[in-house]
């Protein structure tokens, strides 16, 4: 974005903690990707070194792939154009070819947006606190002097296509072939699911597995004609489900835009949550960490996920850790604690075979597994791990957040509860039959509202008291 005044480039309105996201022709340019891409290499130092560059299917990302490898190789590095590729596909990429990456996505966003997600060699992922800002400054100053300087050695650019090594090494992680038969309805929303699904699950490059897959809207369209690729929000998931029902199907899959995240429905068409996909995957992987030698598998769930996830994790042997929301914590906390899987109520799940990153379609790929080695259809097959009932997030537009908490604190205070302060404010009841937490956007006017309990009429009278007094 420049400044009419001064025609200085100030590139915080698109520079955001964990990636970049602007508006194509605003905010986010051609120009300001070359001056991305040459301020990555020197922020990193990967002079000399392969660095890989892919995009989604927004009508911007061909140009903008092309600008940031410009940049890139200017800078001495030797780019690698992976072309079309989903978000988990670039994080496969950087893993398994140990090089750093960029990929160009704004992932559920609107049409006019476009952004990129940026990792280190090993997937390692790169945030405001590790280069982020440093890469925004240098690329700033670029810009302003209206010149990248030209390395000694000029970079190289070559092309790689990673779909075939990504759905074969997922395929080594999950063997579905010896799966009962199933009918798996997928809808990609227009965006990179619809590339990765056949080449993952079906038939397109690997020999075939025993699924019959119903596509919807797998045309890779960056307009997004049919709907949002925002699976989260539920509207987004109405064709899904209605085609479900339609087919017979046991199993529907909804992913967003860059096909990071995956929703699942059972065979009637509800939503199975994503706190029961955590517990799910987090069952087998527990079961194959033991059977592997490990003693007691760690497994990190978020703050906000269904509190039947750390009952579960114990009772099959493994030691739940609780972390703030936002995948840059959830990784940093894989690392360190050597985590096998870690799972978020937004439906990001992460595993260590995939460097920490996360990938919906190889939770997708676990969740096939579980429904294919038993005979029971999903919706049995889900209940077992959702005991409790949810709100679901629920936001109210509110000026002063600090005070309309303040308040709900006030009106609790008295009763047998605990607060907590990890990340926003979760209020427990003792006896443990109901929790909500109260968490404030960083980036909008919104108080965010996530609350459990052990049955339908308690969860809707605790929902009910906090929104009254929170809108009151």
Request: glycine letters at 10%.
């Amino acid at each position: 974005m420049t400044s009419e005044q001064n025609n200085t480039f100030d590139l915080s309105a698109s520079f955001k903690a964990y990636d970049v996201r602007g508006i194509v022709g605003e905010t986010i340019s051609a120009e300001i990707v070359t001056a991305v891409g040459a301020a990555f290499v020197d922020t990193l130092g990967l002079a000399g070194q392969t660095v890989l560059v892919g995009g989604d299917m927004r009508p911007s990302s061909p140009e903008f792939i092309k600008a940031f490898a410009d940049g890139a190789s200017r800078r001495g590095a030797n780019v690698q154009l992976l072309d079309l590729i989903s978000t988990d596909e670039l994080y496969y990429a950087c893993g398994a070819l140990n090089a750093a990456g960029a990929t160009f996505t704004a992932s559920h966003n609107p049409a006019q947006y476009n952004g990129i997600k940026m990792a280190k060699a090993g997937a390692q992922p790169i945030s405001s606190e590790t280069g982020l800002k440093e890469i925004q400054a240098l690329a700033e100053q670029y810009l302003n002097e209206a010149a990248i300087p030209a390395a000694e050695t000029q970079g190289t650019v070559a092309v790689r296509d990673v779909l075939k090594d990504y759905s074969a090494y997922l395929r080594k992680l999950v063997d579905l072939s010896g799966s009962r038969p199933l009918k798996v309805v997928v809808d990609a929303g227009n965006g990179m699911a619809g590339l990765t699904t056949p080449a993952v699950l079906g038939d397109a490059l690997l020999p075939a597995l025993p699924f019959e897959i119903v596509p919807l809207y797998f045309e890779l369209d960056g307009s997004f004609p049919n709907h949002p690729a925002n699976p989260l929000e539920p509207e987004n998931l109405r064709d899904l489900q209605a085609a479900v029902v339609k087919h017979g199907a046991d199993i529907g899959l909804a992913f967003d835009g860059d096909a990071d995240r995956c929703f699942v429905v059972d065979e009637k068409g509800e939503p199975v949550s994503p706190s029961a996909i955590t517990g799910m995957v987090a069952r087998r992987e527990i079961a194959r960490a033991k059977a592997g030698g490990e003693d007691v598998p760690v497994i990190i769930h978020n703050l906000l996920t269904s509190k039947a996830v750390p009952e579960l994790i114990e009772e099959d042997g493994g030691r739940p850790v609780r972390t703030r929301v936002g995948h840059s914590f959830i990784k940093a906390v894989m690392a360190e604690e050597g985590a096998v899987f870690g799972g978020e109520h937004s439906a990001h799940f992460y595993f260590r075979d995939f460097w920490n990153a996360d990938t919906g379609m190889l939770a997708a790929m676990h969740v096939l597994a579980a429904l294919g080695e038993q005979d029971g259809p999903l919706s049995e097959l889900g209940r077992q791990y959702e005991p409790y009932v949810s709100s679901g997030e629920i936001n109210s537009e509110i000026e002063d957040k600090a005070a309309a908490i303040e308040r709900v604190r006030a009106d609790f205070e008295g009763e047998d509860i605990e607060i907590d302060h990890m990340d926003g404010s979760t209020f427990s009841a003792k006896d443990g039959s109901w929790w909500f937490n109260l968490r404030p956007s960083n980036t909008e006017p919104f108080l965010r509202l996530n609350a459990e309990a052990k049955d339908a009429e308690t969860m809707s009278a605790v929902r009910d008291r906090v929104l009254a007094i929170v809108r009151g």
